[in-house]
């Protein structure tokens, strides 16, 4: 049972563009988002947080929407750099657990110069 | 972060050996936390640890995988009697308090233990 979905795989797009990455989820407990960056052989990055009490937050390129209702939220990155080439995850916690994430499959973001 | 320092990077065992995987968490951090992503998988929380003690283990399978954190040294992942279905890439995070400790600005993720049973 996936309660964080990225349904997109993979994201290609053009330097000085926006990047936007989408995540869906399932629980409705859950009350804090997260963004991480991964790239390959090292750990996750933390990138930017939302609490459910928000529907926006923004920190310089980085931006998260977050709409509750429609149990979805996204990272915009303005504008996307090659640097920005990494894995994007998504992950929630519920009930102040804020350690006990649960993250989705992640996004391959290809920033191409 | 290269605070979090997890070692070996890469470890393969033979069905049936055990596997010790180590994580030295950040200077000041008593808080770590152990993930484990599974071939395309996304992370999977497995336990959290303060020193001496498990605070949470509700991630970790109930048989052949253990946690400790001593009082000195590092937090160590067991897991007995590999099986192929254990391959995966072991991360561990610390944190200096769980208060402020949410798995963002404060805690840290290592490079992670790639384990491939073979």
């Known amino acids: 049972d996936q309660q964080v979905k990225q349904n997109s795989p993979s994201l290609s797009v053009q330097e000085g563009r926006i990047s936007i990455l989408n995540c869906d989820y399932t629980?409705?407990?859950?009350?804090?988002f997260l963004w991480y960056k991964k790239y390959p052989a090292e750990g996750p990055t933390f990138l930017i947080s939302?609490?459910?009490?928000?529907d926006k937050n923004e920190d310089g390129r980085f931006t998260v929407f977050l709409n509750k209702s429609a149990k979805h939220l996204s990272l915009h990155i303005v504008p996307s750099q090659p640097g920005d080439s990494a894995v994007y995850f998504c992950?929630?916690?519920?009930?102040?657990?804020?350690?006990?994430?649960?993250f989705g499959k992640g996004t391959l973001l290809t920033v191409n110069p | 972060n290269a605070g979090v320092m997890q070692n070996p990077r890469h470890l393969v065992r033979r069905r049936g050996q055990e596997a010790r995987l180590r994580c030295s968490p950040m200077?000041?951090?008593?808080?770590v936390y152990w993930y484990r992503q599974l071939p395309e998988e996304g992370l999977k929380f497995m336990v959290y640890?303060?020193?001496?003690?498990?605070?949470?283990e509700s991630g970790m399978p109930k048989e052949r995988f253990s946690a400790e954190f001593p009082k000195e040294g590092p937090s160590i992942l067991r897991i007995q009697q590999v099986v192929r279905g254990d391959s995966a890439a072991y991360f561990c995070?610390?944190?200096?308090?769980?208060?402020?400790?949410?798995?963002?600005?404060?805690?840290?993720f290592g490079q992670g233990t790639r384990l491939t049973v073979v």
């Open positions: 640890l303060q020193k001496e003690n498990i605070i949470d």
């Open positions: 995070a610390s944190s200096p308090n769980i208060m402020e400790g949410i798995l963002g600005t404060e805690a840290f």
């Open positions: 200077k000041g951090h008593s808080h």
């Open positions: 629980n409705s407990m859950f009350d804090y």
């Open positions: 992950a929630a916690s519920s009930g102040g657990s804020n350690y006990k994430l649960t």
């Open positions: 939302i609490s459910s009490i928000k």
